[in-house]
């Protein structure tokens, strides 16, 4: 009578090779190595994944699948908005939160930020960016139709400078050992981008 097949194999399979992309980066991992850590052999690996580079695809897919969930859930709801002081405590909580959910999630984008400088891998990098860019330029130009952040300043351009900002605060977490303030680093963060943004007819006050 054949043995039936593990239910739990995929999602072993997927923990381990988070873990071993993380220990030796996605071009030097070993699929045996990968089998041997989730206690299955290699032949069970290729039953679930052509190769090492789909199963870390599919961790990238169910990361910004969760990523994009978490950004939905914590987006502040601007139109409760009156004062650039307000825009300020919306985006350091949501700030605090989303540097929380990274610092969670550290090993993955290490994994991510590392195989994101290779050719293969850049244009899911550079989707993901353009993705924040693209909420970013939203919320400027609702927030400039309502005269609190400055209409002459391009929106476009503007989100770009920041999504760098927090591309380049990302990388810096995950090179954090210890654990970060995050609600001094989110404190640190909107006020430095709104003091740039905000309408010197509305001045950031606590």
Known sequence: MSRPADPLAKPKLLRAAREEFTRAGVSEARVEDIARRAGLSKGSFYLHFKSKEEAFQALLDHFLMDCAQFTEQCRPNLAGARSVADVRDYFRAQDAQMLEFLWSNRDILG??????????????????????????????????????????????VVATCIVGIYHNLTRHLIAHRTKPDFAALAETTVTLILFGLSNHDHKVSD
């Open 111 to 156: 994994i991510f930020y590392q195989a994101g400088s290779s050719p293969q891998y850049q244009h899911v990098l550079n989707a993901f960016l353009d993705a924040q860019a693209a909420e970013a330029v939203a919320q400027i130009r609702e927030l400039q139709a309502r005269g609190l952040y400055r209409a002459v300043l391009d929106p476009e």
